[in-house]
């Protein structure tokens, strides 16, 4: 992978230490640190108020690049999306995973947590799901379950469904910039 | 003492060579999904927190164009070579895919941004062997200190039953980040649990403090290490422990790297 030279021991006889940075240089350099550092509790500070802190709504969008919650709630339950479309009356279930397979180790794009927070994230996947099928309307469903500790599978039992959006899939769905699917 | 003497420091160039593995190991899988993903054959979303989508939508050629930018500057870096410009060239390129993505750029992704921004700031873009100011390694601890003091004092103030392990345990079976065999055996022992989960939180909320200190900084690197290693084998993060990892040869000062890797090479000599 690298240049195996690189990763052994310079000249020994070169000191580790050959200079310091003086003058106004090094107070710039100082400042800019302690900037960065600032920048950094502003992203904890921004991410204790779930990313829409008073900073945010001060100054902008700036701290997502310093947010790093990560594990810190209790969920109890398993949650998921699922796509359905009309067939013969009924709603049947699309495969949304076979047309979209790409996925994180979080799940499929749609299970992000940001698109059943915000409905203007759910109409470009029920649009994209128009795309597969025949039926006339898709609809997307949020199901939860309760985790079982100390067993790898996690059986659905008394599934929890909310119905998130009916999308007819005749509507245009205008996707930026002035694309439509 | 934190100063601006100028150092050599040997940790550089193995945290640029762990880097470009970590980014590898993280973008690699992605390539068979780059048009799905990035591209105007997927389902563009007007999503994130840089909406690029509102401006352009990757072409299937561009988004390849741009993943072929991305690998290859990842080879550069990984291999000496052009690392300035490779370092630019893997900025731009994840940036402008993750951008088009918007939903994914996860916690690993934006510590592969920063650790980047650092190595092109560090002395000779993480040669390893040229001489100059510690001060992007200060803000590669900055950066430690956000991640891991963030997470922690998230955990320490905002969920109290952190500390008798609960949601760990749920963490272990979790839909999409648990199932792995370990977190599943541990999930339902409390007793187990609960102890890693105090050390979680010490270390994490500690480490923002204690790094700073020159003769604390290798135990609580080696603490982390282990938590790394844990969480490799508990939870599925995807490559968070290897980039997480990539860049603790700088978190060290210059001497104690040096004296860890003569360590490494007299063990490794003997066997």
């Not at chain 1, 904890?44 to 919650?69: I, K, M, Q």
């Not at chain 1, 309307?137 to 039992?157: D, F, H, T």
Request: aromatic share 16%.
């Amino acid at each position: 992978m690298s240049d195996a030279s690189q990763l052994t021991r310079p000249n020994p006889s070169s000191p580790v230490t050959t200079g310091e940075t003086q003058g106004v240089r090094a107070w710039l350099t100082w400042l800019a640190l302690f900037f960065f550092a600032l920048y950094q509790v502003a992203g904890f500070s921004e991410s204790r108020a779930g990313g829409n802190g008073p900073l945010r709504a001060l100054t902008g969008d700036y701290y997502w690049p310093v947010n790093w919650s990560m594990f810190t709630g209790l969920s109890k339950t398993h949650t998921i999306m699922e796509f359905e479309g009309v067939e013969n009356g009924e709603w049947v279930r699309l495969p949304m995973e076979e047309w979209y397979p790409a996925h994180w180790e979080s799940g499929y794009r749609w299970e992000r947590p940001w698109v059943y927070k915000w409905p203007s994230l759910q109409r470009p996947f029920l649009a994209a799901a128009c795309q597969h099928t025949d039926a006339p309307y898709v609809r997307i469903v949020q199901r939860s379950w309760n985790k079982v500790l100390g067993q790898a599978e996690q059986p659905r039992k008394k599934v929890r469904e909310k119905l998130l959006r009916v999308w007819e899939c005749d509507r245009p769905y205008p996707m930026p910039p002035g694309r439509v699917f | 003492m934190i100063t601006l003497k100028h150092e050599t420091h040997r940790g550089w160039a193995w945290f640029r060579v762990l880097f470009a593995f970590a980014a590898l190991l993280t973008w690699v899988p992605r390539g068979p999904h780059v048009v799905e993903t990035y591209s105007s054959e997927g389902i563009p979303l007007l999503a994130g927190h840089v909406k690029i989508t509102n401006l352009v939508i990757w072409s299937p050629t561009t988004a390849w164009l741009l993943y072929a930018l991305l690998i290859a500057s990842l080879l550069c870096v990984g291999a000496g070579r052009l690392r300035r410009i490779g370092l630019v060239g893997f900025v731009v390129s994840s940036c402008a895919l993750m951008f088009a993505e918007g939903l994914n750029m996860k916690a690993y992704d934006r510590l592969l941004f920063w650790q980047a921004v650092m190595l092109f700031l560090s002395p000779g873009a993480g040669s390893g062997r040229t001489s100059g100011p510690p001060a992007a390694r200060y803000a590669m601890l900055l950066v430690y200190c956000g991640l891991y003091g963030s997470t922690g004092w998230n955990k320490i103030l905002g969920e109290p039953r952190w500390w008798s392990g609960l949601p760990l345990q749920y963490d272990f079976v979790h839909r999409q980040f648990g199932g792995l065999p370990l977190g599943v055996w541990l999930s339902d022992k409390a007793f187990l649990v609960a102890p890693m989960s105090w050390a979680t939180l010490i270390w994490e909320g500690g480490f923002p403090f204690l790094i700073w200190f020159k003769r604390l900084a290798p135990i609580v690197l080696a603490v982390g290490a282990v938590f790394h290693l844990l969480i490799l084998f508990t939870l599925d993060a995807n490559t968070f422990s290897f980039v997480a990892v990539a860049a603790y040869p700088v978190l060290l000062n210059a001497s104690q790297f040096d004296r860890f890797e003569d360590w490494v090479w007299s063990k490794i000599r003997r066997n």
